[in-house]
């Protein structure tokens, strides 16, 4: 599951409203350890363009 999610989040990361809707869906579909892994690979590929988005999504869950 963790694998699909990158995949959308890679394919939806030219729109800031997409990316932030797949991330939090994918948040509740995968388990807090896939969503710690997911947070991580998130900031490293997408921290420039969505550093704040990816924080504020992973606290408010």
Excluded: D, P
Excluded at 36 to 42: A, G
């Amino acid at each position: 599951m963790l694998k699909l999610c990158k995949r959308v989040l890679r394919k939806v990361s030219f729109n800031h409203f997409l990316f932030q809707k797949e991330l939090i869906k994918s948040i509740k579909w995968i388990n807090k350890a896939e969503a710690k892994t997911l947070r991580n690979w998130c900031l490293k590929n997408y921290s420039a363009q969505y550093g704040k988005l990816i924080h504020e999504t992973f606290e408010a869950i």
